[in-house]
């Protein structure tokens, strides 16, 4: 099912254990939490702020008629779905909570019956005809093992990818070992994507813009981590909501995952509409990526939505393009030429490789590809569950 934010207005005793029970095995965030409501205008608020996907509204915490509340709900920023709960179902009441505008009216006992209705709000969530938050293409960056240039190929897509769109992009650092797109970039706030997991309850537009930098035009970052010690690894749910909040704030997302497939870039799968595998010609690298291809064919991502990187490629390896192809068994997207003195020069000047580089060329053809695919499939996700 897809990663949904929830909010949750309920006064009744047994259907907050119930509903809490329920949601407790589901890809859910609640955002948002609340018993009985005195001033309508206040939940308004807390919506606008919290942006669920979904509310789970029993009628008896609220003193004024759902025909006045639920409009109301429904015109806020997130356009909420609105699941309207009871412990006891009565043929009036279903129909007045319908006319008001809800999307589903569950009553107790709602063990599985809350699942499947969340599940069908998720589909209509996706489907292209329903009028919906803006949602960005997505494409992650994915190294098969560390030192494989993965940072470098997405921060310098990121840049090529606003250039070639003119559209705004995010560039993202899920790394959370290393953190290096903060100094490839230069990003200039203190803060990183760990602030932004760990306030998931105060995530709305004007604390991204405190979390966020900019540097290159079309381009804004949130960095990884540089001094934080990880005593725990963000929750998966966590990440898929940061995601999920940043994809309706651009309108394209380019995610640094590092390297192999651990709790955070398989979080990150399902948001993807493409994703970038980043390798070497080194056989370490090749072995691993034969390996990740494999594991990601097992958890059911397509291969077609895969584009091989093949990176620091050069006149003296021992392999070519095609004998890797052929050992790998599938086919290189783009190979990116292997030039550690133009990069240390950059780097060194604190700025990314010239608009001439052949590394940037590389990237450029690239990003074109995957603009090209976005255009096509701009809303087709990845699904683990096919």
């Known amino acids: 099912m897809y990663p949904l934010s929830i909010g949750i207005v309920v006064s009744s005793a047994r259907l907050w254990e119930e509903t809490q029970k329920e949601l407790q095995s589901l890809p859910v965030t609640v955002v948002l939490e609340q018993g009985g409501v005195t001033d309508p205008a206040t939940l308004i608020q807390k919506i606008e702020k919290g942006r669920p996907d979904v509310l789970l509204l029993d009628p008896s915490s609220v003193a004024v008629p759902l025909s006045d509340l639920i409009p109301g709900i429904k015109a806020t920023t997130s356009h909420p779905f609105v699941i309207v709960l009871r412990e006891v179902a009565a043929p009036e009441d279903i129909l007045t909570a319908i006319r008001a505008g809800a999307n589903e009216y569950l009553y107790c ?65 899920f790394d959370f070992a290393t953190g290096l797109v903060r100094i490839l970039m230069q990003a200039k706030s203190r803060y990183s994507v760990l602030d932004a997991l760990s306030n998931i309850h105060r995530l709305d537009e004007s604390y991204w813009r405190a979390l966020v930098s900019n540097g290159y035009s079309g381009v804004e970052v949130i960095a990884g981590p540089v001094s934080e010690f990880l005593r725990e690894y963000p929750k998966p749910a966590d990440i898929r909501h940061v995601v999920h909040f940043a994809k309706r704030q651009y309108d394209f997302l380019t995610l640094d995952l590092g390297h192999g497939l651990d709790a955070g870039s398989m979080s990150a799968l399902e948001e993807l509409n493409e994703l970038c595998l980043v390798t070497t010609p080194e056989m370490p690298a090749l072995q691993m990526t034969k390996i990740m291809l494999s594991q990601l064919s097992t958890i059911g991502f397509r291969r077609n939505h895969i584009k091989l990187v093949l990176n620091r490629m050069s006149r003296r390896s021992p392999l070519t393009t095609e004998e890797i192809e052929n050992a790998i068994g599938m086919e290189v997207s783009v190979t990116v030429p292997n030039d550690y003195r133009a990069l240390e020069e950059a780097y060194s000047a604190g700025e990314l490789l010239p608009d001439k580089s052949s590394i940037r060329e590389s990237v450029r053809r690239l990003v074109r590809k995957l603009a090209n695919v976005a255009t096509e499939e701009k809303k087709r996700r990845f699904s683990l569950f096919g």
């Open 109 to 173: 006992p709602i063990a599985n019956v809350l699942r499947e209705a969340l599940e069908r709000l998720a589909h209509k969530r996706e489907d292209p005809g329903v009028d919906a938050p803006q949602s960005a293409i997505t494409f992650g960056f994915l190294g098969a093992k560390g030192g494989c240039g993965t940072t470098t190929v997405a921060c310098h897509s990121a840049v090529e990818l606003a250039r070639t769109t003119r559209k705004q992009v995010l560039l993202g650092d």
